[in-house]
């Protein structure tokens, strides 16, 4: 028997880098209570869909060098910088990019971090699949990449997690009409050699982001056997 989920999803429309992550520890925190005092049971996992305003993010084992202008410029280009708690390197948020964070008790999922980084993975693959769009993953760098084994490598959706007592935290962020000049400021994900793309960019369409992220929703309830409440 296949067990389900239950999952509230919650699309904050367009919100501020770290109003959006302090909502995210909130959840954690009502999640983690619930694992403990044994009513998880009756509690809902999350799973927020949002848009960032201009921001770069950098986790905690990320160079502060990977940001590659000073905060002047940062003003100028109307930007703005915040260190996090995820895993991985450098990487750019901004209206046009869909970001998704899932709030999982990983343990009642039976899947450990590696586990759930891969069902992310392949629920984006599948996604853009159904837009023609042949996406893969490349060996040693998570994410997910377009002609991963050739020169023209290039990255299409970044991600970056963080579980915190047994809860995952953060996400994936997926260039959909995502402005990609903006990844010209830094070093995306650590990787000084690697491009970056969009599905507009692919496609040469600007998309509409709402079925966009229906069909992203549809694939995480698919991987991860979600139940939405």
Request: glycine share 8%; charged share 20%; hydrophobic share 40%.
């Amino acid at each position: 028997m296949t067990l389900h989920h239950k999952t509230l999803c919650i699309d904050l429309g367009l919100a501020e880098y770290k109003q959006s992550w302090d909502y995210q520890e909130q959840l954690c925190r009502q999640l983690q209570k619930a694992v403990l005092n044994g009513s998880y049971a009756n509690a809902c996992n999350y799973l927020l869909f949002v848009e960032h305003p201009h921001v770069y993010t950098l986790g905690k084992n990320g160079k502060p060098g990977n940001l590659l202008v000073n905060s002047k410029f940062l003003n100028k280009i109307g930007a703005s910088f915040c260190m996090t708690n995820r895993g991985g390197d450098i990487t750019y948020h901004g209206p046009g990019q869909i970001v998704v964070y899932p709030l999982f008790y990983l343990e009642a999922f039976r899947m450990g971090v590696r586990q759930y980084i891969e069902n992310l993975e392949e629920a984006v693959i599948r996604m853009l699949n159904d837009y023609q769009i042949k996406a893969m993953l490349m060996p040693g760098a998570i994410g997910v990449w377009l002609d991963a084994d050739t020169p023209a490598a290039r990255k299409i959706c970044a991600i970056g997690v963080r579980v915190s007592r047994g809860i995952s935290m953060h996400g994936l962020a997926l260039n959909v009409n995502t402005r990609l000049e903006y990844f010209n400021y830094i070093h995306p994900c650590g990787f000084v050699d690697k491009g970056v793309t969009s599905m507009e960019k692919e496609l040469h369409s600007n998309l509409n982001i709402h079925e966009v992220k229906e069909n992203i929703r549809g694939k995480l309830a698919n991987a991860f056997d979600l139940e939405f409440v």
